[in-house]
């Protein structure tokens, strides 16, 4: 199985946790005299049965992470790590340019004025530039979880 199928029976398991969630709490407690729309028994267990489905997928997805390696030497599991960051850092400056560049209206010269502290238009390349990062490096990512054989 390669990498990327892995992560998509990742996801597929997970929501499928979210959704047992529901189905339980739906049949956790009725009406006297009712019957709970599923058995909650049986969802206890495909519930047991998919997190150990996940656990599976996540430590073989997290090996195979830690031991492949990128053309330039980065392993995949690293090379996560630094596009995590990479949208963490756009999201942030993306937020203060949001912030800073609010523009308030003024009726009258005695109302508070508000100036930005920053320079917009600088934030905004290093947005672009953090941008362009995030998907060049998401691109080998993804590239590389299709070539590679999860461990």
Same mark, same amino acid.
């Given at each position: 199985? +390669?990498?990327?199928?892995?992560?998509?029976?990742? !996801?597929?398991?997970? /929501?499928?946790?979210?959704? #047992? +969630?529901? $189905? *339980?709490?739906?049949?956790?407690?009725?009406?006297?005299?009712?019957?709970?729309?599923?058995?909650?028994?049986? *969802?206890? @267990? &495909?519930?047991?049965?998919?997190?150990?489905? #996940? &656990? =599976? *997928?996540?430590?073989?997805?997290?090996?195979?992470?830690?031991? %492949?390696?990128?053309?330039?030497?980065?392993?995949? !599991?690293?090379?996560?790590?630094?596009?995590?960051?990479?949208?963490?850092?756009?999201?942030? %400056? @993306?937020?203060?340019?949001?912030?800073? !560049?609010?523009?308030?209206?003024?009726? =009258? $010269?005695?109302?508070? /004025?508000?100036?930005?502290?920053?320079?917009?238009?600088?934030?905004? +390349?290093?947005?672009?530039?953090?941008?362009?990062?995030?998907?060049? *490096?998401?691109?080998?990512?993804?590239?590389?979880?299709?070539?590679?054989? #999860? #461990?």
């Amino acid at each position: 199985m +390669k990498l990327a199928e892995a992560l998509m029976n990742r !996801a597929d398991c997970q /929501k499928r946790i979210e959704q #047992l +969630k529901v $189905r *339980l709490n739906r049949s956790a407690k009725v009406q006297e005299g009712e019957h709970p729309p599923e058995d909650p028994k049986d *969802l206890f @267990q &495909e519930m047991n049965d998919t997190l150990q489905e #996940l &656990e =599976s *997928l996540m430590t073989a997805i997290n090996r195979t992470n830690a031991q %492949t390696v990128l053309h330039d030497g980065v392993t995949l !599991a690293d090379a996560l790590t630094k596009r995590d960051i990479l949208g963490i850092r756009r999201t942030m %400056t @993306q937020e203060v340019i949001n912030a800073a !560049a609010i523009k308030q209206d003024r009726y =009258s $010269r005695s109302e508070v /004025k508000f100036i930005p502290m920053v320079q917009i238009a600088e934030l905004q +390349k290093q947005v672009d530039q953090y941008s362009k990062a995030y998907r060049e *490096l998401d691109t080998g990512i993804q590239e590389m979880n299709w070539k590679t054989e #999860l #461990l």
